[in-house]
């Protein structure tokens, strides 16, 4: 998408979460984008193995895998940052964005974004928090699905009804139209009989085996919080706006002990974006594979600027528009 420069533009740089991942991501930014580059080293590095490599080639099921899809979107999403801010060079004053926000996973892009936590210590945080979510799901297996075109609230009351066969629970709100339900198996068929008996357009099932932002993830989220509590949390110089509230945050504190509360929590993306907006945002930038939260964005608010970077050819247009 193009658009004429325009020096007032209030911008709001967003992340993607767990799902946006593809083999041969960022491979066209590492081999054009020194400082893009450099992430993926300084990952491989962190990481220990080659964190790099499983994104430029695969294999498909391991990038799926939770335990590396985390850190491998997070390190692909920093990558596209740090290209963006190297290809604007003197002009990078331009990208100062009002807000930073993510997508459930995207939230630590968006903390490394707004110097919480620098990115080795955010990356050996994900790639726990997606240890600790595979764990739960083996203990506990359970499942997602995305329901289009059934209001918000007459889902969360099939939920309600669905509960008499375990836990299901509306995970993410994504936008007016499609919102995600997440839960132990039994029950979850049973809210997907009853949404497409409501009046559901459509319910996709998720190729995941957990029930993520659901009651089932507490027990991950008491062992992801020891380890949240044991690192250096630093306030953010960006407000960033939280995906499960809404609410902006700047204190370490504050963004420490929402963090904890996300992976059970529900994420209310519409919420969150329209936050923003009436925060005085304009363009959202979307950095990361694919282009998820564009979409959704402009879903929620037709108005609004969408761009997305996340290879050479998106870098060069979204800094044309930018500059």
Known sequence: MQAPPDSRRKIALVFPGQGSQHVGMGLGLARHSPAAREVFVQADETLGFRLSDLCFNGPEDELRDTVNAQPAILTV??????????????????????????????????????????????????????????????????????VIGLDARVLEDVCRQAREKGVVWPANYNTPTQTVISGDLAALSAAIELAVASGA???????????????????????????????????????????ISARVMVSADEIRAELTRQLYSSVRWSETVREMVGEGVTTFVELGPGEVLSTMIKRIDRKADTFSVNDPASLQAVAGALV
């Not at 968006?110 to 799901?137: N, Y």
């Not at 993520?212 to 953010?236: G, K, T």
């Open 201 to 243: 357009q459509r319910v996709i099932r998720l190729a995941v085996s957990i029930a993520a932002h659901s009651p089932l993830m507490q027990r991950a989220s008491e062992q992801f919080n020891e380890v949240v509590n044991r690192l250096r949390w630093e306030d953010a110089i960006i407000p960033v706006v939280s995906d």
């Open 77 to 146: 999403s920093v990558a596209c940052l740090a290209a963006l801010r190297e290809h604007l060079g003197a002009a990078d004053q331009i990208l100062r964005p009002r807000f930073v926000a993510g997508h459930s996973l995207g939230e630590y892009s968006a903390l490394v974004a707004a110097g919480v936590l620098d990115f080795s210590t955010t990356l050996q945080l994900v790639r726990e928090r997606g240890r600790l979510m595979k764990e739960s799901g083996e203990s506990n297996p359970g499942g997602m699905a995305a």
